[in-house]
């Protein structure tokens, strides 16, 4: 079973393939550490553990006065393993291992005051997350796109865009929720 990493750059080479350098500019171009752990020293480790598998395949190329570099290529056991993963990703359901719920269980030493103080702070950074994500939802409106790879690509990172966008909303609403629970029960001491 290939990890998240292992198949987002399986499938950004599946779209072109590409420099590591290259796949690190789409990383942050689509905005991808917004939604999964990818270290910029992972991405390289990544592809020769991909290579190593068999799922990708590099040539070295030069460009001029630049050093080498290798071109990574996906192969077919690399478009198997690439739409095996999706398919187990989009069928299956994760379980949800947030840093809000840990420091909820351990909150024990904390009065009510902090921790209304710290979920203020949190929800603070979460409408400051969502503005950011309706800002991005807007600009991929505004793209039109002329053939089918790149309306299929803007409509994957619109979907991507509105599946966090709800989470963080959700996430607004059990902040005010447990930030008017912790002020009723202020009221009531």
Same mark, same amino acid.
């Not at 987002?8 to 080479?13: E, R």
């Not at 072109?16 to 990383?27: F, H, M, N, R, T």
């Not at 390289?44 to 395949?57: A, D, F, P, S």
């Given at each position: 079973?290939?990890?998240?990493?292992?198949?987002i750059?399986?499938?950004l080479?599946?779209e072109k393939?590409?420099y590591?350098?290259?796949?690190?500019?789409?990383?942050?171009?689509r905005n991808?550490?917004?939604?999964v752990?990818?270290?910029?020293?992972?991405?390289?480790?990544v592809?020769?553990?991909?290579?190593?598998?068999?799922?990708?395949?590099?040539?070295?190329?030069?460009?001029?006065?630049m050093?080498?570099?290798?071109r990574?290529?996906?192969t077919a056991?690399?478009?198997?393993?690439?739409a095996?993963?999706?398919?187990?990703?989009?069928?299956?359901?994760e379980?949800?291992?947030?840093?809000?719920?840990?420091?909820?269980?351990?909150?024990?030493l904390?009065? *009510?005051?902090?921790?209304?103080?710290?979920?203020?702070?949190?929800l603070?950074?979460?409408?400051?997350?969502?503005k950011?994500?309706?800002?991005?939802?807007?600009? *991929?409106?505004?793209?039109?796109?002329?053939?089918?790879?790149?309306?299929k690509?803007f409509?994957?990172?619109?979907?991507?865009?509105?599946?966090l966008?709800?989470?963080?909303?959700?996430?607004e609403n059990?902040?005010?929720?447990?930030?008017?629970?912790?002020?009723?029960n202020?009221?009531q001491?």
């Amino acid at each position: 079973m290939l990890s998240n990493i292992e198949l987002i750059l399986l499938s950004l080479i599946n779209e072109k393939p590409s420099y590591a350098y290259e796949l690190e500019k789409q990383i942050e171009s689509r905005n991808m550490r917004m939604w999964v752990k990818i270290g910029v020293a992972s991405v390289y480790q990544v592809l020769e553990r991909l290579e190593k598998k068999g799922l990708l395949v590099s040539q070295r190329e030069k460009e001029g006065k630049m050093p080498p570099r290798k071109r990574y290529h996906i192969t077919a056991p690399g478009r198997k393993a690439l739409a095996e993963g999706a398919r187990r990703l989009l069928s299956g359901l994760e379980w949800y291992y947030l840093d809000l719920n840990v420091g909820l269980e351990c909150s024990d030493l904390l009065s *009510e005051a902090e921790i209304a103080a710290c979920l203020q702070k949190r929800l603070a950074k979460v409408r400051s997350n969502l503005k950011r994500l309706r800002e991005l939802s807007r600009a *991929e409106g505004n793209h039109a796109s002329g053939n089918n790879a790149n309306a299929k690509k803007f409509a994957k990172k619109k979907a991507i865009i509105k599946n966090l966008s709800l989470f963080r909303e959700a996430e607004e609403n059990f902040l005010q929720a447990a930030l008017a629970t912790l002020a009723n029960n202020g009221r009531q001491e």
